[in-house]
């Protein structure tokens, strides 16, 4: 009964990091990422982005906000995150930007840290530059009160 347990588990393991070591080297050799805007971009630093438009209201609570600037070129990637050089702790004071949340810096065990949590690191996953641009498919959304322009 034990062994069978154990074959059982050992055979799992086994086909997970076969699956997820196939995966790594696939991923590394069909894709150039080079070409991918969330992660392309020019070296860690030289860019500095001035806010281009003024900021669009917010239609809901606890929305996040749009971005007032182009993101192009910008660099995020798990080493290097090119929105912290303006919005980070360290240089919101110094560059004009707004400084990055503080729930940005809880994880999912609600556990308080001084760097920002994993799960809020790439910003793009929620924040998105702002258009005044008509909705692609039609909807009926009202900001909440107090809310929107």
């Known amino acids: 009964m034990k062994s069978n347990v154990l074959r059982k588990q050992l055979t799992l393991w086994t086909m997970l990091v076969a699956l997820v070591s196939g995966s790594v080297v696939f991923a590394a050799d069909s894709v150039d990422l080079s070409q991918s805007p969330e ?33 192009d070129g910008y660099q995020v990637t798990t ?9 980070g702790v360290q240089s919101y004071r110094t560059t004009g930007a707004p400084r990055i949340s503080p729930t940005h810096f809880v994880d999912s065990a609600g556990h308080v840290s001084s760097n920002v949590a994993p799960r ?9 530059p702002q258009a005044d641009a008509a909705p692609i498919i039609g909807n009926t959304f009202t900001p909440a009160p107090g809310y929107g322009k």
């Open 39 to 71: 992660v392309s971009g020019t070296p860690e630093g030289s860019v500095i982005m001035p806010k281009e438009q003024s900021r669009m209201a917010l239609d809901y609570v606890n929305q996040p906000p749009m971005i007032p600037h182009s993101v």
């Open 120 to 128: 809020r690191y790439f910003c793009q996953s929620c924040h998105v």
């Open 79 to 87: 080493k290097v995150n090119t929105c912290l050089k303006c919005h």
